[in-house]
Structure formats: structure tokens, C-alpha cells
């Protein structure tokens, strides 16, 4: 295995997968803005701010909770890593911080994002409401629908929303806009991305401010088993940045095994799912070299995956590597398989999870572990803004 490392080689290629793809009126934007996280995000200074933000802000670290009746349930030991418990209910937060505290430094006022779910929109609106910085926030058409609650609480907190009606207006459509909004605006604008995807260095500065999650989980892992490393870690992927984070300190552990769930909709061989390692094949979109799901004439199919943080036709190139090396195991997990698996940990623990975290908790059905072993799921967000869709569907719980 090769570059068994979270990090890209200098120009922002992990293996095959990465780089900066983009108009050349964007150049000059991102390479500014790799110089910029390289002169201040590894600063003492920063990191004070930001470590502070994280704690007294934030709430971290979140808890690594030892879910008993899961544990009982599979016969196996479970900890859930509870970035749902994060302010604004989701992992994203940890980067909308980091980012816009490096907008703030290159004296950019001025916020664009794009936003699935909502909760990379409801995370950047907060930190821009916290930050005194102007936010709008790109979303599809279907997302503003199905996803109501996060769209109030961005409105509220002062945010500009603009529903995009292309495609079938879900995340790559909003992520389109987003980057059409840069192209007009290179000079006062910040984009922020919320995920591991985008052009150098969107992808390795994402995975940095998340890599709190897995030096988290050493030191608490350490304190509950008395060894740092578990034997595997479960994640969701959309674009990456939650299973970048909380796989960041083990990529380089062959001992830890490294578990993705990705969204396979109604089935990998329906057409209706977004199955992106499973089903794509190595193409360009939004800046990155990466695999993702196309027609034989490059033409990007649209996904489907009845969680919105999933909907996304691409993957971020660390997982698109990670996979292809063979580091991680890639699970599909399809809409159906989520939703009971949100019911069982709603109805054993009392934790109603993010339709996306639930779709890492469905893996818990598919693969056994021993008794013995220590197995860590990253809970990156909560259910609350997937309510309407957990009551609309009838649970095929065992
Ligand atoms: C956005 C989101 C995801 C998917 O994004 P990644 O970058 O792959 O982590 C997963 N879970 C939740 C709760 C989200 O909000």
C-alpha cells in the first residue's frame, strides 16, 4: 500500500486523486488560500483561538459514550464518538470555525457556501453570526424542502439562502453555484466547503480541522480501554470530512481497521443511489480528481440517497484513495437498512441519530465482530432535522 498518511503530496494529490481544477480566474484564489492556511492554521496563536472556540464554543471534547445495549446487541464492545452532541448538532462545525477564523485573517467579510442537509449551512450561518461576517448559503430546491427546520435556523441566525433550482437541485447543484458565486467574486469572497472535496487545499485543510475528532478519541479510547487504538472505526460518507477526521490519526495504524458506509439509495444496482466508491470511475468535478459516478460519456449521473448529507454524486480524493489502496472497507448501506438502523439506537440508547450517522450504525448488521474487540462509531450528527423522514418510513427493525 502506498501514502499510507492523511496527507497530500505537495500539490494536493493523494495517489492518483486530488489537485486544483478550476477556471483560471480562480487560481490566484486558491493559491492564496493555501498560502494563507499554511502561514496561519498551524500557528500557536490560531490554534489557541481555535482550541478555545472548540471547547468553550463548541462543547468539545464531545463524548466517547460505551453504548451498552448496542454492545449487547452485537456482542461486540461499542463506543459512539458524539459529534452529535456538538453545538449545531453536527461535525461540520469544527471546520465552518477553523475556516472562517482563516477568512477573517486574509480580511475576506464576505461568506459563500453550499449546503446538503443543512448542517454545513446552519454551522457556517452560526460561526458568521459569531464572527460578524456577511454568509450566504447555497442549497438545492430539494434540500430546502426536505430539510425545513436547518433553513429556519439559518435564516434566523442572519443568513442569506438561495434555493437552487438545476439539476435535481440537491448538493452538487448547490456546490455549482457556490463556485459560479467565487468566480464572480474572487476578491472579497470566502468560500467555505463542508466537506473533504474541492480543489487543493480544500481537502487537506477540511481534514485538519476535523483530525480533532480521532486525537480525541486516542486520549478517551486510552481512558475507557486503556490501549488508544480500537480494532475498527465506522463512518458515513458523503464527501469525507467526518471519516477524514475521525480516521486522520489512524490511517497510519494497519492494525486499526478503517470502515466506510456509503449511501446506496434503493440498491447499488437500481439507479437510484449514491454509491459513489462502489459505482463511480475516476472523473473531475469541483476541482478534484476523484471517482465518481458518470455515464460512459462523462456526464454526471444524478444521485439519490434519502439522506441529503449523502446526495452527492462525487467523494472527496483522500477516500477515493483510501478505498482504491484498499485502507478502508467500503459498506453500502441502503435507505431502507438506515432507517431501522436509526430506530434501533433511538429505540436501545435514546439518541435519535443524523439519517447519515445512521447509515455507519446499519454496518453494525453486516459485519461481526468478536467480543473482545473495540469497535468506535462516529456519530457525526443528530437526527432532529430528519425527524419528518424517520416518521414517514416504517421501519424494518429485527
Ligand atoms: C454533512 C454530513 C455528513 C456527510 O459529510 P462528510 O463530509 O462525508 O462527513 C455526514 N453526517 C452528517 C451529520 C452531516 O451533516
Known amino acids: 500500500m502506498t501514502h499510507l498518511t492523511p496527507l497530500p503530496d505537495n500539490r494536493g494529490y493523494y495517489g492518483v486523486f486530488g489537485g486544483a481544477f478550476v477556471p483560471e480566474i480562480l487560481h490566484s484564489n486558491v493559491e492564496n488560500l493555501e498560502n494563507a492556511f499554511k502561514t496561519y492554521a498551524f500557528t500557536d496563536e490560531f490554534n489557541r483561538e481555535f482550541r478555545t472556540l472548540l471547547r468553550d464554543y463548541v462543547g468539545r471534547p464531545s463524548p466517547l459514550y460505551r453504548a451498552d445495549a448496542l454492545c449487547q446487541r452485537y456482542n461486540t464492545n461499542i463506543y459512539l464518538k458524539r459529534e452529535d452532541l456538538n453545538h449545531t448538532g453536527a461535525h461540520k462545525i469544527n471546520n465552518a470555525i477553523g475556516s472562517a477564523m482563516l477568512a477573517k485573517r486574509m480580511g475576506k467579510h464576505r461568506i459563500i457556501a453550499?449546503?446538503?442537509?443543512?448542517?454545513?449551512?446552519?454551522?457556517?450561518?452560526?460561526?458568521?453570526?459569531?464572527?460578524?461576517?456577511?454568509?450566504?448559503?447555497?442549497?438545492g430546491a430539494t434540500d430546502v424542502e426536505r430539510q425545513r427546520p436547518n433553513v429556519e435556523r439559518m435564516k434566523m441566525l442572519g443568513a442569506k439562502v438561495v434555493a437552487v433550482h438545476s439539476g435535481n437541485s440537491t448538493l452538487k447543484d448547490a456546490t455549482n453555484e457556490a463556485i459560479r458565486d467565487w468566480c464572480c467574486n474572487p476578491a472579497d469572497t470566502f468560500y467555505i466547503i463542508g466537506s473533504t472535496v474541492g480543489?487543493?487545499?480544500?481537502?487537506?485543510?477540511?481534514?485538519?480541522?476535523?483530525?480533532?475528532?480521532?486525537?480525541?478519541?486516542?486520549?478517551?479510547?486510552?481512558?475507557?480501554?486503556?490501549?488508544?487504538?480500537?480494532?475498527?472505526?465506522?463512518?458515513?460518507?458523503?464527501?469525507?470530512?467526518?471519516?477524514?477526521?475521525?480516521?486522520?490519526?489512524?490511517?497510519?495504524?494497519?492494525?486499526?481497521?478503517?470502515?466506510?458506509?456509503?449511501?446506496a439509495g434503493l440498491g447499488i444496482n437500481t439507479n437510484m443511489s449514491a454509491a459513489t466508491i462502489k459505482?463511480?470511475?475516476?472523473?473531475?468535478?469541483?476541482?478534484?480528481?476523484?471517482?465518481?459516478?458518470?455515464?460512459?460519456?462523462?456526464?454526471?449521473?444524478?444521485p439519490y440517497s434519502i439522506s441529503a448529507g449523502l446526495d452527492y454524486p462525487g467523494v472527496g480524493p483522500?477516500?477515493?484513495?483510501?478505498a482504491t489502496?484498499?485502507?478502508?472497507?467500503?459498506?453500502?448501506?441502503?435507505?431502507?437498512?438506515?432507517?431501522?438502523?436509526?430506530?434501533?439506537?433511538?429505540?436501545?440508547?435514546?439518541i435519535i441519530p443524523a439519517l447519515e450517522s445512521a447509515h455507519a450504525l446499519a454496518v453494525l448488521e453486516k459485519i461481526k465482530f468478536d467480543p473482545n474487540q473495540t469497535i468506535v462509531v462516529n456519530l457525526s450528527g443528530r437526527g432532529d432535522k430528519d425527524l419528518a423522514n424517520?416518521?414517514?418510513h416504517n421501519p424494518d427493525l429485527k
Open 390 to 392: 424517520y416518521l414517514s
Open 318 to 322: 483522500l477516500q477515493a484513495h483510501l
Open 325 to 350: 489502496v484498499g485502507r478502508t472497507e467500503v459498506i453500502p448501506v441502503t435507505d431502507n437498512e438506515a432507517v431501522a438502523a436509526g430506530y434501533r439506537l433511538t429505540r436501545d440508547e435514546g
Open 279 to 302: 459505482l463511480g470511475s475516476e472523473g473531475i468535478i469541483h476541482g478534484s480528481r476523484t471517482l465518481l459516478m458518470q455515464t460512459d460519456d462523462g456526464q454526471i449521473k444524478e
Open 114 to 139: 453550499e449546503t446538503g442537509a443543512g448542517q454545513h449551512g446552519v454551522a457556517t450561518a452560526t460561526v458568521c453570526a459569531l464572527m460578524g461576517l456577511e454568509c450566504v448559503v447555497y442549497m
Open 199 to 263: 480543489p487543493h487545499p480544500y481537502p487537506e485543510m477540511v481534514a485538519h480541522f476535523q483530525s480533532v475528532i480521532s486525537e480525541e478519541i486516542k486520549v478517551q479510547l486510552l481512558g475507557h480501554t486503556g490501549k488508544e487504538t480500537p480494532d475498527a472505526i465506522i463512518a458515513c460518507v458523503g464527501g469525507g470530512s467526518n471519516a477524514a477526521g475521525a480516521f486522520y490519526h489512524f490511517i497510519s495504524e494497519p492494525d486499526v481497521r478503517l470502515i466506510v458506509a456509503e449511501a
